[in-house]
């Protein structure tokens, strides 16, 4: 029997299915939509942080850091802040993540906000530096993860900010929701 996971990739949630072999043995089947067909998924330790992830025979190379409640995941040159959720944790999840339609940008971890580059009404391609946050002394960008406008930001420069917090909201390219 299949089990399924809320998947939140930085603000997309989908669901995700897993179903593990009998006995542990062999490569799992996944798929990422109710109407996707499975793929065989395996995933293979190469050493600390460092996964190689096998889908239908592709390999995939990934460098996984747990921060807090989630994974940063790094493939090639692009890093993915990943949440899965079971039970209430995926409730929670979808409950942020339905209503408004808007996407928000959230600190991933404890930090001072060192630059504030986005304002209310700005339109942002996605990739764009939004805000600046410094932790464990160094700094790091916050950048838009979809193309479209700054609904509100939360964050101040100099301000503390906590993992989760809420630094801005954008309305994706062609949402008039709200509008």
Not at 39 to 52: D, N, S, Y
Not at 64 to 79: K, S
Not at 172 to 179: I, K, M, N, R
């Amino acid at each position: 029997m299949a089990e399924k996971y809320l998947v939140q990739v930085d603000d997309w949630p989908f669901e995700a299915e897993l179903e593990r072999p009998d006995g542990g043995g062999g490569a799992a089947r996944v798929r990422l939509r109710p109407d996707d067909e499975w793929r065989a998924a395996e995933i293979q330790h190469v050493r600390a942080g460092l996964h190689v992830v096998m889908i239908e025979n592709h390999p995939l190379e990934l460098y996984l850091e747990r921060r807090g409640a989630g994974v940063d995941v790094t493939i090639g040159r692009r890093t993915y802040r990943i949440h899965i959720g079971r039970g209430r944790a995926a409730a929670s999840m979808r409950a942020a993540a339905a209503g408004d339609g808007l996407v928000r940008v959230t600190a991933p971890m404890t930090g001072v906000v060192l630059e504030v580059r986005a304002e209310p009404g700005a339109r942002v391609e996605a990739g764009d530096v939004l805000v600046v946050i410094e932790s464990m002394k160094m700094n790091n960008e916050l950048r838009a993860p979809v193309a479209g406008t700054v609904e509100r930001v939360g964050a101040r420069v100099d301000a503390q900010v906590g993992e989760g917090d809420e630094l801005a909201a954008l309305r994706p390219a062609g949402d008039a929701g709200g509008v």
